[in-house]
T-cell receptor, first 112, second 109 residues
C-alpha cells in the first residue's frame, strides 16, 4: 500500500531530552513537511524539504532539527531547546512543493 | 502573509442543510487547497483549485476562487453528521502550503 507513516503514535519526553519523530513515505514524493498543531489551532510549519539533502525552516523552526538523507524519510528531532514541545505533530508529503499534500496519522508528544 | 483565514471559526447546522466556509488570504498564489481533519487525525485533502480557475466541484463540495478579492469559499451541500470536522483552507505558493486556523463544523443529526 502506498502512503505516509509516522511513528510512534504517542511519545513521551523527559526534561532536557532530545526525541526523534519518524516520517516515512513510499509515494515517491519529492517534497516533505513537518507541522505542529496545538489544541484547537491550525497547523504551523516547522520545516520543509523539496529535495533530498535540502530543507528550509518554516515559521517555528527554533528548537527543532531535521534531516533528509533519503527521499522516503524526513525525521524530526525535538531538541531540549524547545521549551514547550507538547503538541500534535503532523508530517506530510507532496509530489512537488505547493501541490496537494498527503498527511500521516500524526504523533502526539507529551512532556513528563 | 500567505496564510488563509477561515470564516466563521465555528459553524453548527442541522443535517441536510448546506454549510459555507470562507477563506481570505493576502498574497498571490498558485493554487488554493481545502482540507478536512477529524479530531485527532491527520488532514485529508478535499479539493485543489488553481489560480486560473473560478469554480470547481467534487461530489457534494463546491469551491470558488476570486483572485481579485483574494478569497475562496467551500460549500458542502446536503450535509451529513459524518461531515463534522475541522476544515482548513491552504493558499499555496510554488514551494509550500500555509494553513489557516480552520473552521470547526458541527452537523447535528
Amino acid at each position: 500500500d502506498g502512503g505516509i507513516t509516522q511513528s510512534p503514535k504517542y511519545l513521551f519526553r523527559k526534561e532536557g531530552q532530545n526525541v526523534t519523530l519518524s516520517c516515512e513515505q513510499n509515494l515517491n514524493h519529492d517534497a516533505m513537511y513537518w507541522y505542529r498543531q496545538d489544541p484547537g489551532q491550525g497547523l504551523r510549519l516547522i520545516y520543509y524539504s523539496q529535495i533530498v539533502n535540502d530543507f528550509q525552516k518554516g515559521d517555528i523552526a527554533e528548537g527543532y532539527s531535521v534531516s533528509r538523507e533519503k527521499k522516503e524519510s524526513f525525521p524530526l528531532t525535538v531538541t531540549s531547546a524547545q521549551k514547550n514541545p507538547t503538541a500534535f505533530y503532523l508530517c506530510a508529503s507532496s509530489p512537488q512543493g505547493g501541490e496537494t499534500q498527503y498527511f500521516g496519522p500524526g504523533t502526539r508528544l507529551l512532556v513528563l | 502573509s500567505q496564510q488563509g483565514e477561515e470564516d466563521p471559526q465555528a459553524l453548527s447546522i442541522q443535517e441536510g442543510e448546506n454549510a459555507t466556509m470562507n477563506c481570505s488570504y493576502k498574497t498571490s498564489i498558485n493554487n488554493l487547497q481545502w482540507y478536512r481533519q477529524n479530531s485527532g487525525r491527520g488532514l485529508v485533502h478535499l479539493i485543489l483549485i488553481r489560480s486560473n480557475e473560478r469554480e470547481k466541484h467534487s461530489g457534494r463540495l463546491r469551491v470558488t476562487l476570486d483572485t481579485s478579492k483574494k478569497s475562496s469559499s467551500l460549500l458542502i451541500t446536503a450535509s451529513r453528521a459524518a461531515d463534522t470536522a475541522s476544515y482548513f483552507c491552504a493558499p499555496s505558493s510554488y514551494d509550500k502550503v500555509i494553513f489557516g486556523p480552520g473552521t470547526s463544523l458541527s452537523v447535528i443529526p
